[in-house]
Protein backbone atom coordinates (compact mmCIF):
# COMPACT_ATOMS: atom_id res chain seq x y z
CA UNK A 1 0.00 0.00 0.00
CA UNK A 2 3.11 2.14 0.75
CA UNK A 3 3.08 2.48 -3.42
CA UNK A 4 -0.51 3.90 -3.86
CA UNK A 5 -0.25 6.52 -1.50
CA UNK A 6 3.08 7.82 -3.49
CA UNK A 7 0.58 7.60 -6.79
CA UNK A 8 -2.01 9.32 -4.97
CA UNK A 9 0.20 11.82 -3.30
CA UNK A 10 1.59 12.69 -6.74
CA UNK A 11 -1.81 12.82 -8.28
CA UNK A 12 -2.70 15.37 -6.22
CA UNK A 13 -4.11 18.77 -7.56
CA UNK A 14 -2.04 21.87 -6.17
CA UNK A 15 -3.89 24.21 -4.58
CA UNK A 16 -5.24 27.23 -6.89
CA UNK A 17 -4.88 30.78 -6.11
CA UNK A 18 -8.55 33.16 -6.75
CA UNK A 19 -8.33 35.71 -9.61
CA UNK A 20 -9.93 39.04 -8.45
CA UNK A 21 -12.27 39.92 -11.35
CA UNK A 22 -11.21 42.66 -13.70
CA UNK A 23 -12.70 45.48 -13.26
CA UNK A 24 -13.09 48.60 -15.89
CA UNK A 25 -11.46 51.16 -14.09
CA UNK A 26 -8.34 48.85 -14.10
CA UNK A 27 -8.97 48.34 -18.13
CA UNK A 28 -9.64 51.94 -18.91
CA UNK A 29 -5.94 53.07 -18.45
CA UNK A 30 -5.17 50.25 -20.77
CA UNK A 31 -7.33 50.51 -23.34
CA UNK A 32 -6.74 54.56 -23.19
CA UNK A 33 -2.77 53.64 -23.80
CA UNK A 34 -3.63 50.61 -26.60
CA UNK A 35 -5.89 53.62 -28.19
CA UNK A 36 -3.35 56.29 -28.06
CA UNK A 37 -0.48 53.74 -29.50
CA UNK A 38 -2.67 52.64 -32.19
CA UNK A 39 -3.60 56.19 -33.15
CA UNK A 40 0.03 57.17 -33.21
CA UNK A 41 0.80 53.60 -35.11
CA UNK A 42 -1.80 54.77 -37.59
CA UNK A 43 -0.54 58.25 -37.78
CA UNK A 44 3.19 57.52 -38.12
CA UNK A 45 1.58 54.69 -41.41
CA UNK A 46 -0.35 57.53 -42.60
CA UNK A 47 2.68 60.44 -42.34
CA UNK A 48 5.35 57.97 -43.64
CA UNK A 49 2.61 56.98 -46.53
CA UNK A 50 1.98 60.19 -47.82
CA UNK A 51 5.98 61.19 -47.94
CA UNK A 52 6.80 57.77 -49.40
CA UNK A 53 3.81 58.75 -51.77
CA UNK A 54 5.18 62.29 -52.17
CA UNK A 55 8.61 60.99 -52.62
CA UNK A 56 8.06 58.69 -55.22
CA UNK A 57 5.73 61.00 -57.20
CA UNK A 58 8.72 63.34 -57.17
CA UNK A 59 11.24 61.22 -58.37
CA UNK A 60 8.83 59.92 -61.42
CA UNK A 61 8.40 63.75 -62.10
CA UNK A 62 12.02 64.41 -61.61
CA UNK A 63 12.59 61.21 -64.17
CA UNK A 64 9.81 62.43 -66.43
CA UNK A 65 11.55 65.74 -66.40
CA UNK A 66 14.88 64.55 -67.18
CA UNK A 67 13.34 62.10 -69.67
CA UNK A 68 11.44 65.17 -71.27
CA UNK A 69 14.67 67.65 -71.29
CA UNK A 70 17.56 64.56 -72.40
CA UNK A 71 14.52 63.92 -75.51
CA UNK A 72 14.15 67.62 -76.02
CA UNK A 73 17.88 68.09 -76.33
CA UNK A 74 18.52 65.15 -78.20
CA UNK A 75 16.26 66.27 -80.83
CA UNK A 76 17.30 69.55 -80.50
CA UNK A 77 21.10 68.55 -81.04
CA UNK A 78 19.53 65.71 -83.89
CA UNK A 79 17.83 69.31 -85.88
CA UNK A 80 20.56 71.60 -85.15
CA UNK A 81 22.74 68.37 -86.84
CA UNK A 82 20.46 68.39 -89.40
CA UNK A 83 20.25 71.83 -90.36
CA UNK A 84 24.10 71.72 -90.16
CA UNK A 85 24.50 69.62 -92.44
CA UNK A 86 21.68 70.39 -95.02
CA UNK A 87 23.02 74.29 -94.92
CA UNK A 88 26.62 72.87 -95.60
CA UNK A 89 24.94 70.79 -98.67
CA UNK A 90 23.33 73.48 -99.93
CA UNK A 91 26.71 75.88 -99.53
CA UNK A 92 28.43 73.25 -101.04
CA UNK A 93 26.18 73.52 -104.11
CA UNK A 94 26.09 77.11 -103.89
CA UNK A 95 29.68 76.64 -104.72
CA UNK A 96 29.60 74.15 -107.48
CA UNK A 97 26.96 76.10 -109.32
CA UNK A 98 29.22 79.18 -108.77
CA UNK A 99 32.65 77.01 -109.85
CA UNK A 100 30.16 75.95 -113.09
CA UNK A 101 29.02 79.30 -114.05
CA UNK A 102 32.73 80.89 -113.88
CA UNK A 103 34.19 78.20 -116.02
CA UNK A 104 31.38 77.77 -118.60
CA UNK A 105 31.96 81.73 -118.53
CA UNK A 106 35.91 81.67 -118.67
CA UNK A 107 35.36 79.41 -121.62
CA UNK A 108 33.23 81.46 -123.08
CA UNK A 109 35.35 84.61 -122.98
CA UNK A 110 38.21 82.46 -123.87
CA UNK A 111 35.99 82.01 -127.47
CA UNK A 112 35.36 85.39 -127.51
CA UNK A 113 38.66 86.15 -127.39
CA UNK A 114 39.99 83.75 -130.12
CA UNK A 115 37.25 84.91 -132.08
CA UNK A 116 38.41 88.23 -132.16
CA UNK A 117 42.49 87.00 -132.26
CA UNK A 118 41.47 84.73 -135.18
CA UNK A 119 39.61 88.05 -137.08
CA UNK A 120 41.97 90.32 -136.18
CA UNK A 121 44.79 87.46 -138.33
CA UNK A 122 42.60 87.36 -140.82
CA UNK A 123 42.19 91.57 -140.99
CA UNK A 124 46.16 91.54 -140.84
CA UNK A 125 46.89 88.97 -143.47
CA UNK A 126 44.48 91.15 -145.49
CA UNK A 127 46.06 94.33 -145.01
CA UNK A 128 49.33 92.75 -145.25
CA UNK A 129 48.18 91.68 -149.09
CA UNK A 130 47.22 94.93 -149.77
CA UNK A 131 50.65 96.65 -148.55
CA UNK A 132 52.57 94.06 -151.00
CA UNK A 133 50.37 95.13 -153.98
CA UNK A 134 50.86 99.29 -153.14
CA UNK A 135 52.62 100.68 -155.96
CA UNK A 136 53.31 103.84 -154.17
CA UNK A 137 54.25 105.22 -150.16
CA UNK A 138 51.34 107.52 -150.24
CA UNK A 139 49.01 103.97 -151.26
CA UNK A 140 51.08 102.71 -148.12
CA UNK A 141 49.99 105.53 -145.90
CA UNK A 142 46.55 105.81 -146.95
CA UNK A 143 45.92 102.23 -146.32
CA UNK A 144 48.30 102.34 -143.08
CA UNK A 145 46.25 105.18 -141.59
CA UNK A 146 43.09 103.61 -142.36
CA UNK A 147 43.94 100.58 -140.68
CA UNK A 148 45.18 102.23 -137.56
CA UNK A 149 41.65 104.19 -137.51
CA UNK A 150 39.72 100.97 -138.15
CA UNK A 151 42.35 99.09 -135.47
CA UNK A 152 41.72 101.40 -132.77
CA UNK A 153 37.68 101.69 -133.37
CA UNK A 154 37.86 98.18 -133.10
CA UNK A 155 39.91 97.72 -130.45
CA UNK A 156 37.83 99.95 -128.16
CA UNK A 157 34.66 98.05 -129.46
CA UNK A 158 36.11 94.58 -128.79
CA UNK A 159 37.67 95.72 -125.19
CA UNK A 160 34.37 97.45 -124.20
CA UNK A 161 32.88 93.41 -125.25
CA UNK A 162 35.16 91.79 -123.19
CA UNK A 163 35.05 94.24 -120.32
CA UNK A 164 30.75 94.00 -120.36
CA UNK A 165 31.12 89.87 -120.51
CA UNK A 166 33.95 89.64 -117.73
CA UNK A 167 31.21 91.89 -115.51
CA UNK A 168 28.65 89.93 -116.54
CA UNK A 169 30.55 86.47 -115.84
CA UNK A 170 31.41 88.07 -112.26
CA UNK A 171 28.19 88.89 -111.36
CA UNK A 172 26.48 85.66 -112.46
CA UNK A 173 29.14 83.26 -111.09
CA UNK A 174 28.90 85.23 -107.63
CA UNK A 175 25.34 84.87 -107.00
CA UNK A 176 25.05 81.67 -105.70
CA UNK A 177 27.45 82.50 -102.98
CA UNK A 178 25.97 85.64 -102.01
CA UNK A 179 22.58 84.34 -101.87
CA UNK A 180 24.16 81.60 -99.64
CA UNK A 181 25.84 84.88 -97.78
CA UNK A 182 22.65 86.27 -97.34
CA UNK A 183 20.96 82.96 -95.92
CA UNK A 184 24.26 82.53 -93.50
CA UNK A 185 23.61 86.07 -91.90
CA UNK A 186 19.87 85.36 -91.49
CA UNK A 187 20.08 81.88 -90.17
CA UNK A 188 22.96 83.10 -87.81
CA UNK A 189 21.02 86.21 -86.97
CA UNK A 190 17.53 84.40 -85.47
CA UNK A 191 19.59 82.97 -82.12
CA UNK A 192 20.34 85.98 -81.67
CA UNK A 193 16.96 87.72 -82.21
CA UNK A 194 15.51 85.27 -80.20
Do not use: H
Request: with cysteine; aromatic share 4%; charged share 25%.
Amino acid sequence: MATTKKVTAKTSKPATKTAKPVTKEAVAPVEAAVKVSQEAVEKIVKTNTEVAKKGVEKAVEMGEEQFAAAAKASADAYKGYEDVVAFSKSNIDAFVKSNEILSNGVKDLNTTIMQLAQANLDETVAIAQKLMGCKSVNEIVEIQSTVVKSQYEKAISESRKISEQTVKLAENASKPLAERVTVAVDTLSKPLAA
